[in-house]
């Protein structure tokens, strides 16, 4: 069995192959690395899609580092989903927005691969709302032309879940990232 590992002597990473447990051999130089796997917990995992919460768990390594914000799998009954920490609950009940792994209970997370995004479709002085479900990273940028119902559309403006608004011809955002997107009728 081969793995990649960092090797000391060559200073990248480098294919090793298993001598005996624990023990690795570097493929290129021959040095001789040991190595003893981090040990893993698994975590209460709170999971919101759209308006529906979910329990699962998310194993961890014990010394990785929660940081609100950051994207992990999720187990969930027999599926995996990708979601982004929106919370971390610690042993002793407090919440906070970093911890390790091995000082927290939980995990409250929003589902990132598929998400519902707004839209706010202008035509006149008529406005329409609408909302789609996306793959969480797909992108969409200011000048864009999008169609709903047969009537094509520009993006004007993109709101981000941080509170900033995109305006500037070009400015990006994945799905994942976007409270709400603005639309002009474009005839």
């Keep these: 069995m081969r793995s990649e590992i960092y090797c000391d002597t060559c200073k990248e990473i480098t294919e090793h192959e298993v001598v005996k447990e624990n023990l690795y051999r570097c493929l290129v130089c021959g040095t001789h690395a040991y190595l003893t796997p981090e040990r893993e917990i698994e975590l ?9 919460t979910k ?21 969930l009954e027999g599926e995996s989903r990708l979601g982004r920490i929106t919370a971390i609950q610690l042993k002793d009940g407090r919440t906070v927005e970093f911890a390790k792994a091995k000082d927290s209970k939980a995990v409250w997370l929003k589902d990132v691969g598929e998400v519902y995004v707004k839209f706010s479709l202008h035509k006149r002085s008529v406005t329409t709302p609408y909302k789609v479900l996306f793959d969480g990273e797909t992108e969409f940028s200011v000048g864009e032309e999008i169609e709903f119902d047969g009537k094509k559309f520009v993006i004007t403006r993109i709101k981000l879940i941080d509170g900033r608004l995109l305006k500037r011809e070009g400015d990006k955002a994945a799905a994942k990232d976007i409270k709400r997107v603005y639309a002009t009728y474009s005839p």
């Design 44 to 52: 209460k995992a709170i999971f919101s899609e759209d308006k529906e």
């Design 55 to 75: 329990i699962g768990t998310l194993k961890i390594p014990e010394e990785e580092d929660l940081i609100k914000g950051s994207e992990f799998i999720v187990d």
